[in-house]
C-alpha cells in the first residue's frame, strides 16, 4: 500500500476524539458566571457564587428591570431626575383619579366603594374624550417645536378635568355637562401628553436604546400608578369618603403633580432646535463665543411662554407670513443681501421679522439668528444704514458659521431641522 492510499483511507476514518466544550467563568464585583457554548451554539449561563450583600442584589434587580441596560452610562445627563419626578407624578395622579370617579359616581347618585370608582374609571376616560382628542390632534407640529411646555399642559389640562369631576357632587343637576367638560380636558391631556412622549425619551437616548428607554419608563409609570391607585383606594375610603376631604386633598395632589411634571421638564436636554434654543445658542455665543449643550440650556429655558425675545439673540421673531413681515417695496433689497439663502431677515422697531424658505434647515435658521444678532450689535454702535449694517453682519456671519457649526454639532444639538411650530414659510 503506498502512501496516497494511507492517507485516503485515514480521511475515510470518523474522527473519535471528543469534542472539547468551550466554556469560561467570569467573576465581576463578587459574582462568578459560568459560560458555555451549547452544541446548537447557544451561549448558557451559571450562576456560581454571588457573595453580594441582599440590599445591593435588590437595588441591581431594580435597576435592571426599571432602568435601561447600561444605566447610567447609556443615557443624557438628567435622566434620573427626570424618572424620579415621574414616578412621583403618576404616583399622585393615579391617587387623585380614584378620588375624581368617586365624585361623579356621588354625583349621579350612585354611593360606590372605592375599588368600584377604580374599575369604573376607564368607562368614563373612554366615553366623552374622544371630542378633546380629535381637537388636540391637530396642534402636533406645535407639540413638536415646545414638546415641554404641551407636556406641562397636558397634566395642567388633566388635573383641571379631573378637578371638575371631583367637584361634580356639589351640583348633581349639571352632571353631565360637568363629567362631559372635565372628560373633554382629559381627552386633549391624554393627547399632548402621548404626543409629547417620544421627542422627550429621545433626548436622553444616548446609544440607540430609545425602545429601551421607552420600556422601562413605561414600567416605572406602571409601578407608581398601581401604588397611587392603592393610596387613592385608602384616601377614599378614610380621609377623603367626605367632600370636606377631597377638597384637601384632591387640590394638594395636583400641586404635587404639575410640580413634579415641571421638574421633569426641566431636568429634560431636548436636543432639536426651535426659536427659544435657537435664540439662547446664539446669544450664548455673540456674548462669550461659548456654545451651550443641550445640558447647560435645560434649566434657562421658559417652559410656560417660549416666545419672549432674547436681545442679544438679535431680538428674532419667527413665523409671521412674508407679505406681513416685509413690505414689496424692501423685498428685493432684502433679497439682494442674501442672494443665497432660504430667508428672509426684516428689521423693525421692536423685533427683527425673520421667515424661512419651505425646505430651510435648522443650519438656516441659525445663519439668520446670527446675522441678527450681530445687526443689532453693530446698529447700537453705528449710525450706518439697515442696509449696510445688514451686509456687514452677514459679512461677520459667514466669517465664523462653520466652527460655529462644528462645535454645535459636537455639544450634542440636532441641526438638520428647524421646529418652529406652526410658523409660515415661503418658497420662490
Not at 451554539?41 to 434587580?61: F, H, I, N, T
Not at 380621609?239 to 395632589?253: I, N
Not at 445663519?367 to 454702535?381: D, E, F, I
Not at 451686509?391 to 454639532?409: G, I, T, W
Amino acid at each position: 500500500m503506498n502512501l496516497l492510499d494511507m492517507i485516503k483511507m485515514r480521511k475515510k476514518e470518523p474522527d473519535k476524539t471528543p469534542e472539547i466544550p468551550v466554556y469560561w467563568v467570569e467573576t465581576s464585583d463578587s459574582v462568578s458566571r459560568h459560560f458555555q457554548f451549547q452544541p446548537d451554539g447557544q451561549l448558557s449561563m451559571k450562576l456560581l457564587d454571588d457573595a453580594r450583600p441582599v440590599y445591593r442584589r435588590v437595588v441591581e434587580s431594580f435597576l435592571s428591570k426599571f432602568f435601561p441596560s447600561g444605566y447610567p452610562y447609556s443615557v443624557n445627563e438628567g435622566y434620573l431626575r427626570y424618572t424620579q419626578f415621574r414616578a412621583l407624578q403618576h404616583f399622585s395622579s393615579a391617587a387623585l383619579s380614584v378620588l375624581s370617579t368617586q365624585s361623579l359616581l356621588f354625583a349621579a347618585g350612585l354611593r360606590p366603594t372605592p375599588a368600584q370608582a377604580t374599575a369604573v374609571s376607564w368607562i368614563l376616560k373612554d366615553g366623552m374624550q374622544h371630542v378633546g382628542k380629535l381637537i388636540c390632534s391637530n396642534l402636533g407640529a406645535r407639540m413638536d417645536s415646545e414638546p415641554k411646555r404641551w407636556r406641562i399642559l397636558a397634566d395642567v389640562l388633566y388635573d383641571l378635568g379631573t378637578g371638575l369631576e371631583v367637584l361634580s357632587p356639589l351640583c348633581p343637576h349639571l352632571f353631565l355637562e360637568v363629567a362631559g367638560l372635565g372628560n373633554f380636558a382629559k381627552g386633549m391631556a391624554v393627547v399632548a401628553a402621548r404626543a409629547t412622549r417620544l421627542p422627550i425619551y429621545s433626548s436622553f437616548a444616548k446609544e440607540g436604546n430609545l425602545s429601551d428607554l421607552f420600556a422601562k419608563g413605561e414600567a416605572i409609570s406602571t409601578l407608581f400608578n398601581v401604588l397611587g391607585l392603592g393610596v387613592g383606594i385608602h384616601l377614599a375610603s378614610t380621609f377623603c369618603s367626605s367632600m370636606q376631604g377631597k377638597l384637601v386633598a384632591g387640590p394638594l395632589l395636583s400641586i404635587v403633580h404639575v410640580c413634579c411634571v415641571v421638574e421633569e421638564m426641566r431636568a429634560t436636554p431636548v436636543n432639536t432646535l426651535n426659536p427659544q434654543r435657537t435664540a439662547m445658542i446664539v446669544a450664548d455665543f455673540v456674548k462669550t463665543g461659548k456654545i451651550s449643550s443641550p445640558a447647560d440650556l435645560r434649566y434657562h429655558e421658559d417652559l410656560l411662554f417660549p416666545g419672549r425675545l432674547i436681545e442679544d439673540a438679535g431680538n428674532v421673531k419667527v413665523g409671521q407670513d412674508l407679505h406681513r413681515a416685509v413690505r414689496p417695496s424692501k423685498l428685493r433689497e432684502l433679497k439682494e443681501i442674501f442672494p443665497e439663502e432660504k430667508f428672509i431677515l426684516s428689521p423693525g422697531n421692536r423685533w427683527t421679522d425673520l421667515v424661512l424658505e419651505q425646505n430651510a434647515s435648522g443650519e438656516d435658521a441659525l445663519r439668520a439668528w446670527l446675522v441678527a444678532a450681530y445687526a443689532l450689535s453693530m446698529k447700537k454702535s453705528s449710525h450706518e444704514s439697515t442696509f449696510v449694517t445688514l451686509q456687514d453682519a452677514y459679512a461677520k456671519m459667514n466669517s465664523v458659521f462653520d466652527p460655529f457649526l462644528s462645535e454645535l454639532q459636537a455639544k450634542g444639538w440636532y441641526t438638520d431641522r428647524f421646529l418652529d411650530g406652526t410658523g409660515s414659510r415661503f418658497s420662490w
